[in-house]
């Protein structure tokens, strides 16, 4: 088989996983189901992929770089208010794709030797906080970030965990009411 054929086929499994997760969640995610859609027999996808844990780390590499890509979607602005405006984006990509957060969050899934810095949305993160390089050192920096995101994440965890029945708008107040204090 060609490579060429060989990465089309690979991408068709990855792109029916991704859709079934953001459609019905990772908890009804199958080989089964997969194969069903793609037309292929589940064991052929064990000609892919090593094992279930190789094809959900190959939608998880696809779905970093679909996130990173929104929120490049606009300019990045290294100040308070790019700070503000790229959480919103980050925010609302998982308001708009829920399943995905619970996917990113919930479900382990081992990357093997790859790591998520290496698809740029750590150096996304802190190249947005570099105006604060004039006030504050680099772990301080670090420090700071690590806090917005967290407090972002919890958030998001509220809003999902039905614990919290803020709409879009009460989710970006608290997130700018958040950032506010932590980027003084």
């Known amino acids: 088989m060609s490579q ?8 068709i499994f990855v792109e029916t996983a991704i859709r079934q997760i953001k459609d019905q969640g990772i908890e ?14 589940y064991a052929t996808i064990y ?7 190789a094809l959900l780390w190959a939608c998880k590499k696809q779905m ?4 990173t890509e929104h929120m490049l979607s606009e300019t990045v602005e290294a100040s308070k208010a790019g700070v503000h ?36 949305f750590d150096a996304l993160m802190m190249k947005s906080f570099h105006f604060l390089k004039n006030e504050k050192d680099d772990q301080s920096i670090q420090a700071i970030a690590l806090t917005c995101i967290y407090a972002i994440h919890g958030i998001l965890q509220l809003h999902f965990s039905g ?4 709409d879009q708008a009460s989710i970006d107040l608290s997130i ?9």
């Open 163 to 166: 614990n919290d029945q803020a």
């Open 47 to 53: 000609n892919y992929f090593s094992d279930f844990n």
């Open 85 to 120: 405006a790229l959480f919103k984006r980050y925010v609302h990509y998982f308001l708009d794709h829920p399943h995905v957060f619970r996917f990113f969050y919930f479900h382990h899934v081992h990357p093997g030797e790859e790591r998520f810095n290496e698809f740029g």
């Open 176 to 184: 700018d009411t958040c950032l506010d204090v932590l980027l003084q």
């Open 4 to 11: 060429i054929k060989r990465q089309r086929i690979t991408q």
């Open 28 to 41: 009804s995610l199958s080989v089964r189901k997969i194969a069903d859609e793609t037309g292929y027999s």
């Open 64 to 67: 970093i770089q679909t996130l």
